[in-house]
């Protein structure tokens, strides 16, 4: 893939210089540039979409499998301030059962 890409840089300023790189090169270059940039994005975020979902699969299902409280399942669906009462919450449980 990376000979590829170098193959056609090489040609793409080869017939650049033969054309004497008209103004609408640059627009066109500039253009492909943005346009791969934003399918590179795409694809990295719908990889770490992916992602994401199965760390929460095997999360919720280690939290079903143990003994921790299913109220902690799915907590990424919940507002802010929901998560910060659980977590406060967890937190005077663990200062509880250490005194």
């Given at each position: 893939?990376?000979?590829?890409?170098?193959?056609?840089?090489?040609?793409?300023?080869?017939?650049?210089l033969?054309?004497?790189?008209?103004?609408?090169?640059?627009?066109?270059?500039?253009m492909?540039?943005?346009?791969?940039?934003?399918?590179?994005?795409?694809?990295?975020?719908?990889?770490?979409?992916?992602?994401?979902?199965?760390?929460?699969?095997?999360l919720?299902?280690?939290?079903?499998s143990?003994?921790?409280?299913?109220?902690?399942?799915?907590?990424?669906?919940?507002?802010?301030?929901?998560?910060?009462?659980?977590?406060q919450?967890?937190?005077?449980?663990?200062s509880?059962?250490?005194?």
């Open positions: 893939m990376p000979v590829a890409l170098i193959a056609l840089a090489v040609t793409w300023t080869a017939v650049g033969n054309f004497s790189f008209p103004r609408q090169w640059f627009l066109l270059t500039n492909a540039g943005t346009l791969t940039t934003f399918f590179i994005l795409l694809l990295l975020q719908q990889s770490q979409n992916r992602d994401m979902k199965a760390l929460h699969t095997k919720d299902e280690l939290i079903r143990s003994e921790a409280g299913n109220h902690w399942i799915s907590a990424e669906k919940k507002d802010a301030d929901a998560i910060e009462g659980m977590r919450q967890h937190q005077e449980q663990i509880e059962e250490r005194a």
